[in-house]
Structure formats: structure tokens, C-alpha cells
Nanobody, 120 residues
């Protein structure tokens, strides 16, 4: 599956952004989907994951209560609503997919990433 992430940009601390992931080839049916981020000089970090068809969701500790993952199984998109953004949320955000298990930093399919910059 080919993934494309969009929606990144520059936002002030406390603001919101919505990222979206779509597929340019195939569809997202039966895939566990998720978002991973990588800040400059840091390890990749799990942000959020969602099962098929969307009943189960999980979040990294640093974003719980602020970020919400969702999926549209008709449009084959996965969104990440990010609220109350902090400077430490600055990173490249990657959409990932895994057919066999919940999304993680070891997911086999990755999009190209979208940059989120939060100014303090």
C-alpha cells in the first residue's frame, strides 16, 4: 500500500492541526494504521494507532488527551487531530500501516512524512 500524509505546517503553541493520510494505490481495508513521529536528533516515537475497522485506538503517553486518531473506511483515509500543541510536538509525522499487527515504529509501510512545527 502506498501512503501519502498531508496537513503539516507551522502553528503556535496551544493551536491545532489536522493531519491526513491517504493511499495512492490500493486501499486501507484490514490494515492497522498509525502515526509515528521523529523529532530532530531523536528516536522515532509512536504517536497513535487505530485498528480495522476503527474500534480500538491507542496513543503514546505524550499525546494522550490531546491527539485523536480516526479513520474513514469509505474514503480510505486516516486522520490525526492534534490539539493543544506544544513545542515538543515539533517533528516529521509519518503515516504507517501494518496488515498483521497494531501499528508501531516497525510497521512495514510508511508514507513520506509531513512536517509539523510548533512555535512557542
Amino acid at each position: 500500500v502506498q501512503l501519502q500524509a498531508s496537513g503539516g505546517g507551522l502553528v503556535q503553541a496551544g493551536g491545532s492541526l489536522r493531519l491526513s493520510c491517504a493511499t495512492s494505490e490500493g486501499d486501507l481495508s484490514y490494515y492497522y494504521m498509525g502515526w509515528i513521529r521523529q523529532a530532530p536528533g531523536k528516536e522515532r516515537e509512536f504517536v497513535a494507532g487505530i485498528s480495522w475497522p476503527g474500534r480500538n485506538k491507542n496513543y503514546g503517553d505524550s499525546v494522550k488527551g490531546r491527539f485523536t486518531i480516526s479513520r474513514d473506511n469509505v474514503m480510505h483515509t486516516v486522520d490525526l487531530q492534534m490539539n493543544s500543541l506544544k513545542s515538543e510536538d515539533t517533528a516529521i509525522y509519518y503515516c504507517v500501516a501494518d496488515r498483521a499487527m497494531p501499528a508501531s515504529t516497525r510497521a512495514p509501510f510508511w508514507g513520506q512524512g509531513t512536517l509539523v512545527t510548533v512555535s512557542s
